[in-house]
């Protein structure tokens, strides 16, 4: 399974940004699928996940109510919404997949990282 994230970008505290991620090769044994992201000089955290048939997870405190993951699973793609952005949103941001329904760092599929910058 390969995994390919696009649509960072650099924008003002305030904005919204959408991120896609397109999966491809073996992906019917594909259930979890989700968001990291790695601040400079900071480790990689989860941001959130969602499972083939819709459930949710979110990092509790950082992101939830601002960020919106969803997914098409005909077409293997997962995106994540992006509102109110802050300058502590900025990061590289990683999908991931998984054969698990609850995606975490130790998933399998990783997607190269795109860029996200928010200026204040």
């Known amino acids: 399974v390969q995994a390919a994230g696009v649509g960072g970008g650099l924008v003002q505290a305030g904005a919204s940004l959408r991120l896609s991620c397109v999966a491809s090769?073996?992906?019917?044994?594909?259930?979890?699928m989700g968001w990291f992201r790695q601040a400079p000089g900071e480790e990689r955290e989860f941001v959130a996940s969602?499972?083939?048939?819709?459930?949710?997870?979110y990092d509790r405190n950082s992101v939830k109510g601002r960020f919106t993951i969803s997914r098409d699973n005909a077409k293997n793609t997962l995106y994540l919404q992006m509102n109110s952005l802050k300058p502590e949103d900025t990061a590289v941001y990683y999908c991931?997949?998984?054969?698990?329904?609850?995606?975490?760092?130790?998933?399998?599929?990783w997607g190269q990282g795109t860029q996200v910058t928010v200026s204040s």
């Open positions: 969602i499972a083939w048939n819709g459930v949710t997870t």
């Open positions: 090769g073996d992906t019917f044994s594909i259930d979890g």
């Open positions: 991931a997949a998984d054969n698990k329904v609850v995606v975490t760092a130790a998933a399998p599929y």
